[in-house]
């Protein structure tokens, strides 16, 4: 679903069409196991850092997570700044949440998607 070609320019990201199809699918399966073993839930969750994966994908994050009042901008901003740079782009969202002023005890969930489609989540509190 998701890999790279390597070009004589360097690599290009290749990914198949049904990968915003796959995401949403697959969702509640990575997202509430990992935040119930860590005694949270979607609802406490204050920030997003979403890997920005293309836009079809921002947008099925937002229609996932949009309903719970929950706020993708760094993500579509970063994505439109930067691109889709695999699932280490994450970093440059994660970036701008580091020059925010976040109350003490605010949760933030990073979340990215890499080659071979693997998931990669992390659960922080400020």
Do not use: C
Request: hydrophobic share 40%; proline share 5%; no cysteine.
């Amino acid at each position: 679903m998701m890999g790279f070609d390597l070009t004589n320019t360097g690599l290009k990201m290749i990914l198949d069409p049904s990968v915003p199809e796959t995401i949403a699918e697959h969702f509640p399966k990575i997202i509430h196991p990992f935040l119930e073993k860590n005694d949270t839930s979607i609802e406490h969750v204050d920030h997003l850092i979403f890997h920005p994966g293309g836009k079809k994908i921002v947008q099925t994050v937002e229609e996932l997570f949009g309903k719970l009042g929950k706020n993708i901008d760094d993500t579509r901003e970063t994505l439109r700044l930067y691109g889709n740079m695999s699932s280490a782009t994450v970093l440059y969202v994660l970036e701008r949440f580091m020059s925010k002023q976040i109350n003490k005890g605010e949760q933030g969930m990073i979340l990215s998607f890499g080659p071979g489609f693997s998931a990669q989540r992390v659960l922080l509190e400020w």
